[in-house]
């Protein structure tokens, strides 16, 4: 299996922008579910983003054979998919965009601890240990300090933040399916592609089975399609994967911090969210939690060159 390397330039400046559209698209899929139910738009989106992904893969020329070969761990990495976003779709109907966002980017620290236990390379040091501690104290936070706006919206919320907390456990067992099987061999297009047919499939069943098909068509919801469909399920995902084949999964979230500082910001500037002093001390640790874990490896890098350039 081809060996990762560390972050560099390249890397950290495409994790800037995921962490920013994934940011965004949870933001967007608040702001348009009067219009277009959440499941469904995820739904349609995978739908376009596979259609779309299949386009590059015949334009690259890309064989079938080897994806084909490997339709098991490849079901089990879509399946994982959709429940991600089916667990996602489902929280933006009781919590807010925000909380989404934070819950469910704890993905790295749930990676973290799969990769650990899988991968000798990926064994988290006594620092990183501290991170996960840090970020799960963050979750508890978030969850046990209730601010009188919270508490007002009831077990609602709290409901819709437990989706979006396993919704990140959800991603970050895909994380480690796709770094853990022979998936991790195929180019990143077919391993997406394995992610949006399933999403497509699984996801437009449970939106008609739970009878969340709303579909108005509106120049916002035409427009957060297109985002969600081009920049979200397509460009974003097909970047992730690649980075995934290339570089040591653990160290890709150096810059996941971002994606819940984002999400706030935006909540609260677009969506004029409410942000609780529990909320953001949670908030906080989880980030410092995911820096800490991730940050490790770059700060272990670091003191090796500088131990053998003698300074």
Known sequence: MESRRPMDGLASGLMLVLCLVWALQQIVLKATAPDFSPVFQIAVRSAVGGMLVGLFMAWRGERLDGALALWRPGLFAGILYAVEFLLVGESLRHTS???????????????????????????????????????????????????????????????????????????????????????????????????????????????????????????????????????????????WFWLLRKYLASRLGVFSFLTPLFGVALGAWLLDEPVGAGFLGGTLLVVSGVVLLSGYGWYRHWRGRRGASGH
């Open 97 to 239: 965009a925000s909380h989404v966002v934070v819950l469910l980017y704890t993905a790295p620290i749930f990676a973290a601890l799969g990769l650990h236990w899988k991968l000798p390379d990926e064994r988290l040091a006594a620092a990183q240990w501290l991170g996960v501690a840090l970020a799960f104290g963050g979750v508890a936070l978030a969850f046990l300090w209730r601010d009188e706006g919270v508490r007002a919206a009831g077990a609602a919320m709290l409901w819709g933040d437990l989706l979006a907390l396993l919704g990140g456990a959800a991603w970050g067992a895909t994380t480690v399916v796709v770094r853990v099987t022979r998936l991790a061999a195929l180019p990143a297009s077919q391993t997406l592609m394995y992610q949006l047919a399933a999403g497509a499939v699984c996801l437009l069943a449970a939106a008609f089975l739970m009878g969340q098909t709303e579909f108005r068509m509106t120049p916002m919801v035409w427009a957060s399609l297109a985002f969600q469909a081009v920049f979200v399920a397509f460009l974003s995902y097909l970047a």
